[in-house]
């Protein structure tokens, strides 16, 4: 699939602002410059404070408008839930490659955790639905399920505590050679965890990495991937790397 | 107006693209038209390719941010092969940053380099805070850093600009021997060595420790340093640190830069250096110059600054 060329747009309108958990908000913005599932935009809602745009993938877009599902967990994604309906946000994208949907075949597994569930939603919208499961970890009350299931995913959560589906990581309740490809997205450690598994098993997996990031378009090399083929740049390469490629101890 | 000659080269304004922040120029090519700069530096090159550092490379300050890449880049072999062709489609001027390990690599590199047709100007960073051996190592001390460049220029075929680092012993005596072994131009500042620690793991942030300040929170003090060398040599000045408007342009250009180059301030918005050329277009109408070198180094002029033309 070829990807849409990026653009820069200043002062994109706040459709909506959804708040969906104690730190878990949705943010709809008009924009027609869209993308594809696992790409993501460089955001930013304030002037010169912080210095840096924030990375966050593609929740869900359509013709005009594109969403995401971000957590608040410091002073960018804190004025990011300031926002209200009508404000405006500075985007710069779609950046990166996304998920390689041709390769995607068979019974298909999305193993995500936590805010890594943010690009499931536009994913399963262009795969079989019913060959899809989601296994879903979450530290506590789940997120952004809802919607898959209306889809008519299968969706499986894990909760660390215990408050909803399976008590503990999502890891435990994924049994890869139920599948015929995979996808992850979550923490590195977790992911980590996935791509052992998915080799053990001899599944294909393809895992959306994530890095600090400065330029967020391939110039500044701040952001690499090590693997077998030496440093790549999360923001250009990736951020979606087949995961037998990537050193992930490194 | 903004028409510039830098070391006998002609650009069309005096704004370039400042090294490592730009790539090799294409990235950006797609948010806008970037023949519209007056050039853009390479990424630090080096004569073998270099993976950089390992462990975080980023971490952002307020006003400013630290990196810590190392020097990660193909080589300069490759980018002859592959990334100077493509360059050169760009329409600027090009200048080859080069770094190296030890006093051979840059000889080696910089006669490679130098030689290669599409290069307007070498600059050579012996200012890089990043890498163990080397890179800022000759840009502490005058004396080593003189050696470095004298090596470096009697196999240089095109202009060559040194670029200095702020962590310099001291900045002025340095651009003056750089400029007694034969630079054509000096540029400063490189980022300054700074530390963040992890309160949380109780470690530095970063694996090398140390890394390199750059953005917003710097440009007072290279605008000093800029000022300072201005003074003390009489070969042309480049002014980076910090700059991310047109004013902040001109505020280097009037303490004694030729010409300035934009870092940071592209990741905050990647059509930055375009506004900033609008802003000085706009700035020389509105002044009636006809060019912007009437008020470079106009700060030299003011009868107060005369006390303090003594720094060496
Ligand atoms: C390709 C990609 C896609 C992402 N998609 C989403 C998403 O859909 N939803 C979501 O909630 N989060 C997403 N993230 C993570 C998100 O970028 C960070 O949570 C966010 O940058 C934190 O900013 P802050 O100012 O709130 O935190 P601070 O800790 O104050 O940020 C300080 C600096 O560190 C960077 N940073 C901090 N945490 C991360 C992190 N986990 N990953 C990358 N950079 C970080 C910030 O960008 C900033 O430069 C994604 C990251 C990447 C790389
Ligand atoms: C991510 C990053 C990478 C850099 N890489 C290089 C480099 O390879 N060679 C070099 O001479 N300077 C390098 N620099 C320094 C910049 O060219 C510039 O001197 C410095 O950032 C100060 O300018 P600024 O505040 O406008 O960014 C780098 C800076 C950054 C932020
Ligand atoms: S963030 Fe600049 S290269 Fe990836």
Known sequence: ?250 | MLETTLCGVTLKNPVIAASGTFGFGAEYDDFFDVGKLGGICTKGLTLHPREGNPGLRVWETPAGMMNSVGLQNPGIPVFLERELPRMRTLDTAIIANVGGGDLEEYVEGIRLVSGAEGVDIVELNISCPNVHEGGMAFGIDSDVAAGVVAAVRRVCTKPLMVKLSPNAEDIAAMAIACEQEGADAVSLVNTFKALAVDIHTRKAVFDNVTAGLSGPCIKPIALRMVWEVARAVHIPVVGIGGIATWQDALEFIMAGATAVQVGTATFIKPTTMLDIIDGLERYCANEHLTSLSTVCNILGTVPNCNILRRIP
């Not at chain 1, 008009?30 to 809602?45: D, E, I, L």
């Not at chain 1, 992911?191 to 998915?198: F, I, P």
Request: charged share 20%.
């Open chain 1, 1 to 250: 699939m070829t990807s849409p060329s990026p653009a820069c747009v200043e002062g994109a309108t706040v459709l909506a602002q959804e708040r969906l958990t104690e730190d878990v908000y949705r943010l709809t913005v008009a924009t027609t410059t869209g993308g594809t599932p696992g790409q993501f935009y460089m955001v930013r809602s304030w002037d010169r404070e912080p210095l840096l745009a924030r990375p966050i993938s593609i929740h869900k877009m359509n013709e005009d408008t594109v969403s995401f599902l971000y957590q608040v967990c410091g002073r960018g994604t804190e004025l990011l839930a300031r926002l209200e309906e009508g404000g405006e946000v500075t985007l710069t994208g779609p950046l990166g490659h996304g998920f390689r949907i041709g390769e995607l075949r068979g019974r298909i597994a999305i193993v995500t955790g936590g805010i890594g569930i943010a690009p499931t939603f536009c994913l399963a919208c262009m795969l079989p639905v019913r060959d899809v499961t989601v296994i879903a970890g979450f530290e506590s009350t789940p997120y952004a399920v809802a919607e898959l299931l209306t889809l008519g995913v299968d969706v499986r959560v894990a909760t660390e505590d215990g408050s909803d589906g399976t008590r503990g990581f999502c890891t435990e309740i994924f049994d890869p050679p139920a599948f015929d490809t995979v996808v992850t997205c979550g923490p590195m450690p977790m992911m980590a965890r996935v791509a052992q598994l998915c080799a053990g098993a001899g599944v294909p997996c393809q895992a959306s990495l994530e890095a600090r990031m400065a330029c967020g378009i391939g110039a500044c090399l701040v952001c690499p991937c090590p693997t077998v083929q030496g440093n790549q740049r999360v923001c250009a390469d990736g951020p979606v790397f087949d995961a037998a490629e990537v050193i992930w101890h490194a």
